[in-house]
């Protein structure tokens, strides 16, 4: 029986290793959570105390560098985002330009922008309507009521 109590034996200390190693891993997971939680928390902290301290002459003593960095990006962001917010209206403008109808008409493809048809040169406002009066036209109406008498 001996043989069997030292293979019984090192399974179990096996076991306890593995088990342990297990622990360890989830522990240090769960400690890592914890300090990206500390550190999302200490930013927030940092943001509203830099919102609640920056004109205070007082509180920014010996800490200019920051507060100065910190309206350094403040002002690159915004720069960013009026870039940003010219390549979406720019965007938008050669979506709506790339817009074309078939004219109506002629046939003649006619962009959104053109004043008018290249084709049979009728005004777009012309065009338009003209398109508008045909899908009114083709829509679905509604089944009329009968009077029964």
Not at 24 to 35: F, G, N, P, R, S
Not at 40 to 68: C, F, H, I, K, V
Not at 73 to 79: G, L, P
């Amino acid at each position: 029986m001996g043989f069997l109590d030292n293979i019984q034996s090192s399974l179990n200390r096996g076991v306890a290793a593995a088990s342990r190693a297990t622990s360890t891993v989830k522990l240090k997971a769960q400690m890592a959570d914890a300090l990206h939680r500390r550190q999302q928390l200490a930013a927030q902290l940092g943001a509203s105390l830099y919102e609640a301290t920056r004109d205070n002459p007082e509180l920014r003593a010996g800490r200019e560098a920051l507060y100065d960095g910190i309206a350094a990006c403040d002002e690159e962001r915004a720069r960013y985002q009026e870039q940003i917010d010219a390549l979406e209206a720019e965007s938008a403008d050669a979506a709506q330009a790339a817009v074309t109808y078939t004219c109506p008409f002629c046939g003649a493809r006619v962009g959104n922008d053109d004043l008018f048809c290249s084709g049979c040169g009728k005004p777009i406002a012309e065009v338009k309507a003209e398109l508008l009066a045909r899908q009114q036209a083709q829509a679905p109406r509604p089944p009329q009521e009968v009077d029964e008498q």
